[in-house]
């Protein structure tokens, strides 16, 4: 992993934060600065920056996290209501921390389109 990335620091456990979930694959957290009631992050733990610098096995790493995005969304008792899951690709698109993650976010209504 790269020694200076964030995302890869707490996946260490060099840098503290609320894991909700963790498997071989990834890791979900509390956002330290929550945009709804519900807003995890969803991290795969090989590092890439983003979706274009995915390689052809990340593809079934990214539909496992989905899948347990949606099976954390069901816990939390959103699955009903509804849910939203986002990914920001480059700075212009809102991405600040350059290892790709996902935001789950639920328990407020959602306008479209987005931000």
């Not at 609320?18 to 969803?42: G, N, Q």
């Not at 979706?51 to 949606?70: K, P, Q, Y």
Request: glycine share 10%; charged share 25%.
């Amino acid at each position: 992993m790269e020694q200076q990335c964030l995302f890869c620091k707490i996946i260490d456990g060099d840098i503290p934060a609320t894991k909700v979930y963790e498997d071989e694959f990834m890791v979900a957290i509390e956002d330290i600065a929550p945009k709804a009631p519900l807003h995890l992050l969803l991290i795969p733990k090989r590092h890439f920056s983003n979706c274009l610098d995915m390689a052809e096995g990340d593809a079934s790493r990214v539909g496992h996290l989905f899948r347990i995005a949606g099976e954390l969304a069901r816990q939390k008792g959103f699955d009903e209501r509804g849910f939203r899951i986002v990914q920001n690709n480059g700075e212009g698109a809102g991405q600040s921390v350059f290892h790709i993650h996902f935001h789950l976010l639920a328990g407020r209504d959602f306008t479209w389109p987005p931000g």
